[in-house]
Each structure stands twice: as C-alpha cells, then as structure tokens.
C-alpha cells in the first residue's frame, strides 16, 4: 500500500512538473515574440528615420509615394506637368496624382470626406473652402500644421515672418492652421474690372471722355443714335456687362457694394449697402439707361465667353465695358480702340471705385488624417513656397525658358509665355492643382515686371485715388457663423439680387422699396449684419 502511494505521488509531482515546465516554456516563447515584435517595430521606425531627412534636399534618400487630389478644367494641360516632376526629382518624393474635373469636384469632394477615402494631401487654392478647412479640420479629417510648420515648414515660416497678416488670416477660430495659404503680396493689384470705353467711337462722333454719370449717358446715347461703327446698321450697344460687375459703378452714387455679400463697412461699422438710399439712387439711374435702350439686354444673362464674342468680334458693337485688362477685347497688339476711364462723378459728387481685397486661401496645401508620414507630406507642401518653384508656379513662368536666374538671384524675363500654348503650358500646373504664393521678396526680385503685372498695375493709377477708407477684412469665419450666414444669404442677398436685376430692367423700385426693405429686415438682416460684425470685431482685436 505504501508502495504504490509513493508510486501515485510520484506520477503526480511528475505531472505538476510537465506542467509547470510547459507554463514556463510558454512564458518564455512569448516574450520572445513580443522581443522579437518590438524589435522590429523598432527597426522598421529606425529605417524610416534613416530615410527621413528633416532639412535640405532630398526630403527622402528611397523614394515615397503620396497620393495629391487637386482639380483641372476639362480639356485642360496634364497634372503632373514638368514643374512637378521637377520637384520630384529634387525632392525624391513621388506623387500618385489624382485629377478630379473642376465642374464635378464638388459632388466628389461630398463623397470622398463621408467615405473617410482621403488623399494624403489635398493641394490647389480653392479646392477646399474655407469652411470646408474648419469644417473638417475639427472633425479630426485634416491635420493641423502649425507644429509641423514649426519642425520642418522653413520656407512656409518665412513666409508667415515677411507677411504676418497672411499668417493671422490662415489661423482658423479654432487657433490652428489646417493647410497652407495662397495668396499675393508680390505685385499688389487694386482694382479687378477697369471701365473701358470705345475711343474710336469718341473721336468719330467727336466727343470727349466722359468724366461724370449724367455725361456718361449722353455719350452712351450717342453711340446708340449716331452708327459710330460706320456700318449702317442699328446693331450698337452702348454698355454691356456680365456676373453683375455694374454695381462697380455704384461708387459714382456714393456706395460700394459688393454684389455678393452687399457687406461694407463705415467707421468700424457694418452696413448692408443694398437698403441704403445711395443703392437705391444708383439703380435708379441704370433703369434709365435700360429704359432708352441704352444697356445691353442680355447683360444679366449672358456669360464671359457671350460677352468675349461680342468685345472682340470683327466688327466692333461694344461702347462700353469692364475687363481684367486689354486681353479682354485687343484682337491684336496694335489694337487700341479702347481706352481705359476714371471712376465716374455722380450728381452728389461722390466718385468711389471699389478696392479689389488681397484674398488669403486657406486650403492651397493640407494633410489629411489618411496621411501616415505626415512630417514628409509638411515638407513637400513647404517646398512648393520655395522662391524659385513659387515664382514659377505662381507667375507661369519657368526659369530657364521664360526667365533667367541671375547671379545675384534677380530674375529677368526672356520670353512671354503664350496661355494655351501646350509648349509653354506643359511647364506648369493650372490653378486647381497648385498653390499661388507671391512673396513680396519674390516680386522684388524681378528686374523688369512681366508685361500683364505692368498694365495692370498702369490701370490700378486710374482708380488708386478713388477707392473707400474702410473694407471689410479677409475673416476666417467660425463654423456656426458660416452656417448661419449660408442660410440667411440663402434668402436675404437672393432677394435683394432678384428685385436688383429686375428694376433695373423694368423699373418700380421707388413704388416697392418700402416693402423690399421691411422683407429684408423679416428675413433677418439684423442677424446677418450682428454676424458680420462680430466676426469684424473678432479679426480687429486679434491684430
């Protein structure tokens, strides 16, 4: 009996043991596993450090791939023209370009954010809003920058220490910076659609520039009665106009409005300029031009290219009206039938023009949460705000082809590039897939100003004595401002731009206006405009 109890004790600390040593085994193995696991995590973040260069070129030594989302007109150059594999090649970072049709982006933009199936980097100024940079910057979809600005955005923060004000204006209300700016501070443009008018016709029926409104209509008047084009033909039209740039020349009544917003401001405050009775004034004068058949008919309907047809058609129609600059109606560089004017002088004397604002876009380079190597993705977005690759992408002028790069770093311009060149645009990228930054260091370096830089800045003196003391500012609004805003406008500024068209053409403003005025009010303008100052007010005491 003794004998076989030793027997089961022994089996049974055998047992114990077996287990014991297997428990022991398994411990051990799995250390082993997690040692070899957090080696190789370890090595593998190891490499891509080694891979990683945080200054200088290349930004990696084995080449990376990101995935870029920008936009591009139909029928438009490629986009990955040879600036970017330029960039590329400096940079050793490889970009899978995704091109998405301009007119289809914002139903695809829509989808790409609900799905979560990001690009690592969006690029091109206005291909995000700026609502929808906060918008999805606080839902945690795009990544803020401004510490990796910090660490590896050199060129970015020089930009930021040169221009201070385009740093303020990219902090959104959140305090951070979702994306890199775009923006222009390298030749100041001040005024966007000069008025211009058909000397040809003046010296024919031997008139002299208009310099006030009630002078204005008698020449317009003329144009129409007279067949100043010498064809026989009643086909003169004595102003036209398209995208409601008309109300630039609501200033000659005292107000600038601007169409899209009808937001000004006067001593710090912000006013809807379109119940002011000087708004009113100036409809009424337009009515009189469209009454006497003075103002093309299809001014509020047709588009750039209607309006194009008609300014640089064979046989000259057009008496008067806005453009960018001559390339707007010259058929040839002889060409010199029209003649850029003042700011008319209204019956109370007042002569404003509109100040074009220097817009700041917030969107033109973001990191997306899909982004794994994000500190690579910050320093290809802070290379595109390098001088020599700004000054080419954002002027359309490449060095060596179009403009030389000196020896003391000036730059001089060699040949003008021709816009829908496919040799000249192949260079460059088209504005939805590129970040526009013009430093004012960048324009400085120039020793002679491109040709279109020159007369804009020659028509800007027409207009630089006219424009108001007081704008409204470049506001990164809030969401909730943003929101409200979007569905107040909805209603408000859809209204007052319905009864804007049509009393112009039919009339009946004096008899409606009362009414117009308390509708607005109803629809709730005194939130739209507390709205709009408190963002003022906001912006003002960040300075």
Partial sequence: MKKKLTTVISL?????????????????????????????????????????????YPIVNEKVTLKVLGTVQEGSSEINPILYQDLEEKTNVHIEWEAVIEDAWKEKKGLLFASGDLPDIFIGAGVLSNSDVLK??????????????????????????????????????????YGGPSFDRGFPITT?????????????LNLEVPTTTEEFYHVLKAFKENDPNGNDKSDEIPLTFNN???????????????????????????????????????????????????????????????????????????????????????????DNDYVAISPLAGPNGDQLWPLMGSKVARGGGVITSQCEVPEIAMRWIDALYEPDFAVQASLQYYIGVHMEKNDDDTLSITKIPERGNKEDDKYFPWNGHRVFVMTKSNGDRFIDKPAHIIEKQELDQLYNAYYPEETYPDVFFTLEENERISQLSADINTYANENYARWMMEGGIDEEWDDYVEKLYDMGLDEYIKIYQSALDRYNSSK
């Fill in 136 to 177: 999805y910057g606080t839902q945690g979809l795009l990544v803020p920058m401004e510490g990796l600005i910090d660490e590896y955005g050199l060129n970015l923060t020089k930009v930021f220490e040169e221009h201070p004000q385009v740093k303020l204006a990219s902090i959104a209300p959140d305090g951070h910076i």
């Fill in 244 to 334: 409601n740039n008309i109300s630039d020349l609501f200033g000659s009544f005292g107000v600038v409005d601007d169409h899209k917003t009808h937001i000004a401001v006067n001593d710090g405050k912000v006013v809807y300029t379109a119940v002011l009775s000087e708004y009113k004034e100036a409809i009424t004068y337009f009515n009189r031009l469209f009454q006497e058949g003075l103002i093309d008919p299809e001014a509020f309907t047709q588009d750039g290219s209607v309006l194009k047809g008609k300014t640089k058609g064979e046989e000259r129609i057009i008496g008067a009206f806005q453009s960018w600059r001559s390339t707007g109606w010259r058929r040839s560089e002889e």
């Fill in 192 to 204: 966007s659609a000069p008025l211009y008018m058909n000397k040809e016709w003046l010296d024919t």
């Fill in 12 to 56: 049974w600390m055998f047992m114990v043991m077996a287990v014991v040593g297997c428990t022991s085994n398994s411990v051990d193995n799995t250390n082993a596993d997690d040692s070899n696991s957090n080696q190789s995590v370890k090595q593998e973040t190891e490499q891509k450090e080694d891979n990683f260069n945080k200054t200088g």
